[in-house]
């Protein structure tokens, strides 16, 4: 489903000893399989087999109230109306395992984990035109951005933060004019763009935004080959199930 992928990376870009950010312009055209309103209400409906982080206005991350449910005794449940409550008055919410939501998700990931020595994610982030993003911050991991639905501004920076510094160590501390500007960019439905781990990055969404991030873990010399999470859609063999 997604093989052209592969090819698009290896001809446009060179992750072998250039570790910049890359730009891959109509990556996908299949994108509102990957994920539609319809379902990011049925996550947020369902938030026993989801997790939710919401962003407020202020760019700021905000507590979800969770309770143990009658139904679901061995954890805590995040607050539906609670999370539909924030997102309709103009807050951000990022799903972060979506990876789990449906097949197209899956064989993306899939193509990822195929194609470089990682272990990926998906992360989807929402929000309607007043939204805001994280300030200027860096992440652990690699991230490819997917843009689904609507316009999103992007600034990408040469500066990371060193590996002698844990990842968020001066998330929100930073402002741009600290910082020297590798890549600016408007992401349409369709495009990607490639940041590379503990970069510094924000996001500038500007209408109703839909965006799916594939977080990329590097495997571990001692990682074990059934570490990483099973996404597979296994079936119970029943007999005569067909008959």
């Known amino acids: 489903m997604f093989n052209h992928i592969g090819q698009r990376f290896l001809k446009e870009a060179n992750f072998f000893y250039e570790d910049k950010p890359y730009i891959f312009k109509s990556l996908i055209t299949n994108y509102n399989d990957i994920a539609s309103w319809n379902d990011i209400e049925h996550c947020m409906n369902n938030t026993q087999f989801y997790d939710f982080e919401l962003i407020d206005k202020q760019n700021n991350k905000i507590e979800i109230p969770a309770y143990n449910k009658a139904w679901i005794f061995n954890k805590s ?101 600290q910082l020297e500007v590798a890549v600016e960019v408007v992401l349409q439905p369709g495009d990607c763009l490639y940041i590379p781990a503990r970069t510094f990055h924000c ?41």
């Open 77 to 177: 449940v995040q607050e539906k109306d609670f999370i539909f409550d924030k997102v309709n008055n103009g807050y951000t919410a990022i799903i972060t395992n979506y990876g789990f939501k449906n097949q197209t998700i899956n064989s993306l990931l899939d193509t990822f984990e195929n194609i470089f020595d990682i272990d990926a994610a998906a992360h989807l982030y929402c929000g309607l035109e007043s939204s805001q993003s994280f300030t200027i911050h860096d992440d652990y991991p690699a991230n490819f951005i997917f843009q689904i639905e609507g316009e999103t501004k992007w600034k990408v920076f040469n500066n990371k933060i060193s590996y002698l510094y844990r990842t968020g160590t001066m998330n929100g501390m930073l402002s741009e004019d």
């Open 203 to 243: 996001a500038y969404p500007t209408d109703n935004r839909i965006s799916v991030s594939i977080p990329c873990w590097n495997k571990l010399p001692t990682s074990e080959p059934t570490s990483s999470i099973d996404r597979n859609n296994y079936n119970i063999d029943i007999g005569g199930k067909n008959d």
